[in-house]
């Protein structure tokens, strides 16, 4: 079983309301990645985290806060929002970090 | 000079013929390369990995290494119409740390003709 979901599918938010993105996996994967995708260009890496550490923050806006509470779930949470932000946001899991990446079938994001 | 390249397409081919999938990568320390399709508005799934030179099949998909030309492909055999999608390559240095980040090329749309 490769399968990583996320909730919700799709999510309109003004640019004043706080919101959290949600992914779980159980497949005993110890990375677990964030990405942003706009239309027509590969997704783009945000956050890494690695054994339930922040491995890597791609110098991403502080309005984005990645949280891993455990081995099995990642979450973003988003405040005061821009327009730009509006994507297509996607997790992926890989056995260790490094290794080959499933991803979810993301959270399509508007932000009015 | 992009890290991977991919030919943006499309790409197009007859329903039943062997489409052609190209992707180059500057890196010559790279390690691992991965291919991804990608339906219109869903997301990226993978397809084939592959870490040695030489071939790689699985089912109608064939993965090409030549890390001498630093060169990865892919060849879909017997394309069917369902198979039109953005292929996206994605290439991993593996030296550990930051750069065991995956890197995207832009993707090639294919477009298989009925």
């Known amino acids: 079983d490769t399968e990583v979901t996320q909730t919700p599918k799709h999510l309109v938010m003004g640019m004043t309301n706080k919101k959290s993105l949600k992914c779980e996996q159980h497949?005993?994967?110890?990375?677990m990645y964030w990405y942003k995708q706009k239309a027509k260009k590969p997704p783009e890496l945000m956050f890494v985290?690695?054994?339930?550490?922040?491995?890597i923050n791609e110098s991403v806006p502080s309005r984005f806060s990645p949280e891993c509470p455990n081995s099995s779930l990642l979450n973003l949470h988003l405040h005061a929002l821009q327009p730009e932000d509006s994507a297509l946001y996607l997790c992926?899991?890989?056995?260790?970090?490094?290794?080959?990446?499933?991803f979810g079938p993301g959270t399509r994001l508007l932000v009015l | 000079q992009k890290e991977v390249e991919q030919n943006s397409g499309p790409l197009s081919v007859p329903e039943g013929a062997i489409a052609s999938l190209n992707c180059t990568y500057s890196?010559?320390?790279?390690?691992?390369f991965f291919w991804y399709r990608q339906y219109s508005g869903k997301s990226p799934e993978l397809i084939m990995f592959?870490?040695?030179?030489g071939d790689k099949e699985d089912g109608r998909f064939t993965a090409q290494l030549n890390k001498a030309s630093q060169y990865v492909s892919l060849l879909i055999r017997d394309s069917q119409p369902s198979d039109s999608a953005t292929y996206l390559c994605?290439?991993?240095?593996?030296?550990?740390?930051?750069?065991?980040?995956?890197?995207f090329g832009t993707g090639t749309l294919l477009a298989v003709q009925p």
């Open positions: 497949m005993g994967h110890r990375a």
């Open positions: 890196d010559r320390g790279s390690q691992s």
């Open positions: 992926a899991s890989s056995p260790l970090f490094g290794e080959t990446q499933y």
């Open positions: 994605a290439v991993n240095k593996g030296y550990g740390g930051a750069t065991n980040k995956l890197i």
């Open positions: 985290y690695s054994y339930e550490k922040l491995s």
């Open positions: 592959i870490y040695s030179n």
